[in-house]
Antibody, heavy 120, light 107 residues
Framework: EVQLLESGGDLVHPGGSLRLSCAAS????????MSWVRQAPGKGLEWVST????????FYADSVKGRFTISRDNSKNTVYLQLNSLRAEDTAVYYC?????????????WGQGTLVAVSS | DIQMTQSPSILSASVGDRVTITCRAS??????LAWYQQKPGKVPKFLIY???SLQGGVPSRFSGSGSGTEFTLTISSLQPDDFATYYC?????????FGQGTKLEIK
């Protein structure tokens, strides 16, 4: 059974940093691109970032480019999202999601999400 | 960036109704389109990919159609479990985008 388990969400001050983790199980992690998608309270889904299966390429939404960094450790079946220079508008539930196929695709499995709250 | 616009934003319907949600892309995305269902406080559920292919376990009352810039999600006969918010997603490239969502509520 595919499982994605996020952790690391917290309350942080504006300008602060946080690292989210997503531990994967139930599939061959190194074969799949992985992504982060967020959802602000009462709002819709927003794609944040994707990392390809090898970790060799990364992609970011304009809203987070230069502030967030996605990475992965295929030996630990884990994908990370480093969040720096956090702003109030980054407040959201952050979901880890698996891409169904390579080269940009839909997301067939999602984690339960982890809440990041940015407030003074 | 490719913008995705869903209509309507809110749809009121009754059990047994046939409903259609529209998703328009700001440029041609071929058939790189997916649909998700989300209930309050829950994780998005993957329904349809490549416009019309149902993910395993999704009831056959759900169907998708379209190509290029205009797409639809149809539920042929609404069931109580279907009242939720629906999102389309384009994945023409790694820089995917979601529609703003359509809330399907009970009339």
């Amino acid at each position: 059974e595919v499982q994605l388990l996020e952790s690391g969400g917290d309350l942080v001050h504006p300008g602060g940093s946080l690292r989210l983790s997503c531990a994967a199980s139930g599939f061959t992690f190194k074969n799949y691109d992985m992504s982060w998608v967020r959802q602000a309270p009462g709002k819709g889904l927003e794609w944040v970032s994707t990392i390809i299966n090898s970790g060799g390429r990364t992609f970011y939404a304009d809203s987070v480019k230069g502030r967030f960094t996605i990475s992965r450790d295929n030996s630990k079946n884990t994908v990370y999202l480093q969040l720096n220079s956090l702003r109030a508008e980054d407040t959201a539930v952050y979901y880890c999601a698996r891409s169904a196929r390579p080269f940009g695709d839909s997301f067939d499995y999602w984690g339960q999400g982890t809440l990041v709250a940015v407030s003074s | 960036d490719i913008q995705m616009t869903q209509s309507p934003s809110i749809l009121s319907a009754s059990v047994g109704d046939r409903v259609t949600i529209t998703c328009r892309a700001s440029q041609n995305i071929s058939t790189w389109l997916a649909w998700y269902q989300q209930k309050p406080g829950k994780v998005p559920k993957f329904l349809i990919y490549d416009v019309s292919s149902l993910q395993g376990g999704v009831p056959s009352r759900f169907s998708g159609s379209g190509s290029g810039t205009e797409f639809t999600l149809t539920i042929s006969s609404l069931q109580p479990d279907d009242f939720a918010t629906y999102y389309c997603q384009q994945y023409e490239s790694y820089f995917c985008t979601f529609g703003q969502g359509t809330k399907l509520e009970i009339k």
